[in-house]
């Protein structure tokens, strides 16, 4: 029964990628963790791949909540954050079922969600590893060439790391951190940051989504 119920939830992803418009979807999570952050950013990112990239994704950026059914219409779930992060037994269930469908969960650390996401990544997945992804890995080497991810804020002056989980050769979890990319796809008027760090944060986002939705993210 459970192998239907999964074929099912696969169906639906497959669906909404095979549609020709895509719309990613933000995490709205529980814990006390500031999970409306950056309000700006994904639209943003959304506006730049479409014009420069010539993708077809809603400019609509809803939040979904872990344990709905409703998150297996967004093929791509952005989370951020700088605090708290809870996931209850049921909403591990769903969303890992969402991402073994086909989802894909971005995390970036928005800075203090570190200590905290990440034994909510092993409750996801307890027989699995995050692993880094080294400097040539496909997702950097895109439309846009990166040599690992671009450092937007300098936080505690650590080298900004991508960590990924993989499911039978599949990109399933990214977590971007001491990066901070979601601060880079912010309104320019947030952050003040520079037009360089704006736009290799910006162009970095598009090789994500590019790497998710047109290249499969299959290894």
Do not use: C
Request: no cysteine.
């Amino acid at each position: 029964m459970k192998n239907v119920i999964l074929f099912i939830l696969l169906f639906m992803v497959w669906n909404v990628k095979s549609q020709g418009t895509f719309q990613v979807a933000v995490l709205k999570y529980s814990g006390g963790g500031d999970y409306y952050a950056n309000p700006t950013s994904v639209p943003n990112l959304v506006a730049f791949v479409n014009e420069n990239l010539s993708m077809n994704i809603s400019e609509e950026v809803p939040y979904v909540e872990p344990g709905s059914p409703t998150i297996f219409n967004y093929p791509f779930v952005h989370m951020t954050g700088h605090g708290n992060v809870v996931f209850s037994n049921s909403e591990i269930e769903n969303l890992r079922n969402y991402l073994h469908a086909g989802g894909f969960l971005h995390i970036d650390d928005n800075y203090g969600m570190d200590e905290f996401v990440r034994p909510e990544i092993k409750k996801l997945f307890p027989d699995e590893e995050l692993v880094e992804l080294p400097f040539d890995h496909p997702i950097f080497k895109q439309t846009y060439t990166f040599h690992g991810l671009p450092k937007i804020h300098e936080h505690d002056n650590e080298r900004p790391q991508a960590f990924a989980i993989f499911q039978d050769g599949r990109m399933v979890l990214l977590y971007t951190y001491e990066t901070d990319l979601g601060d880079g796809w912010e309104d320019e008027r947030v952050h003040n940051n520079p037009p360089e760090k704006r736009e290799a944060a910006l162009r970095m986002g598009a090789n994500i989504l590019e790497y998710i939705f047109l290249k499969g993210a299959i290894e």
